[in-house]
T-cell receptor, first 109, second 112 residues
Framework: TQLLEQSPQFLSIQEGENLTVYCNSS?????LQWYRQEPGEGPVLLVT?????EVKKLKRLTFQFGDARKDSSLHITAAQPGDTGLYLC?????????FGTGTSLTVIP | EAQVTQNPRYLITVTGKKLTVTCSQN?????MSWYRQDPGLGLRQIYY???????DKGDVPEGYKVSRKEKRNFPLILESPSPNQTSLYFC???????????FGSGTRLTVV
């Protein structure tokens, strides 16, 4: 069962462009997190959002949690080659934790 | 340095030969979890533990065992590995689920 659907699955953009990645579910989550993963390495936590409607900013990255706590978005402003990687959303439901299938981002210099 | 340490990083083994992948964290986290990552399937939870001696099945527990005898350690045991367990495995720990997980660097397992 895939609780978290991410879109797009792949994204290739030029340096300096803006982009948005979406994470959607039919389930309500008590918290939702975004991670970035580089090839062959473990995911690294970027942010946790816990309140419906919450917006968090991390330099050029803006994260938003939907009002109903079922969806989230990640917006990157002026993407840089260092932003290249696999972006994963993840949510907790009860004692289990689920990951989306990820968005593979490539930023071309 | 706060970290989750997995060993080994790479492992090639034969079908049926028991193996253990170790995981240790130095952050005094209560929650620990094992995931496997496969192309097209993403990260799937194998087992998780909420505290010492408390473990439970995740989405794909078949063929795996875990134990949590100490807070810092959470080994993953494959009693009789099969080729369909070839995968990239991650151990992760967390103070509480809502605070997010710290992941290890991964163990790439190949079963031939």
């Amino acid at each position: 069962t895939q609780l978290l659907e991410q879109s797009p699955q792949f994204l290739s953009i030029q340096e300096g462009e803006n982009l948005t990645v979406y994470c959607n579910s039919s389930s309500v989550f008590s918290s939702l997190q975004w991670y970035r993963q580089e090839p062959g390495e473990g995911p690294v936590l970027l942010v946790t959002v816990v309140t419906g409607g919450e917006v968090k900013k991390l330099k050029r990255l803006t994260f938003q949690f939907g009002d109903a706590r079922k969806d989230s978005s990640l917006h990157i402003t002026a993407a840089q080659p260092g932003d290249t990687g696999l972006y994963l959303c993840a949510g907790g439901s009860g004692n289990q934790f689920y990951f989306g299938t990820g968005t593979s981002l490539t930023v071309i210099p | 340095e706060a970290q989750v340490t997995q060993n080994p990083r790479y492992l090639i083994t034969v079908t049926g030969k028991k193996l253990t992948v170790t995981c240790s964290q130095n952050m005094n986290h209560e929650y620990m979890s094992w995931y496997r990552q496969d192309p097209g399937l993403g990260l799937r939870q194998i087992y998780y533990s909420m505290n010492v001696e408390v473990t439970d099945k995740g989405d794909v527990p078949e063929g795996y065992k875990v134990s949590r005898k100490e807070k810092r350690n959470f080994p993953l045991i494959l009693e009789s590995p099969s080729p369909n367990q070839t995968s990239l495995y991650f151990c992760a720990s967390s103070r509480r689920e809502r605070y997010g997980y710290t992941f290890g660097s991964g163990t790439r397992l190949t079963v031939v």
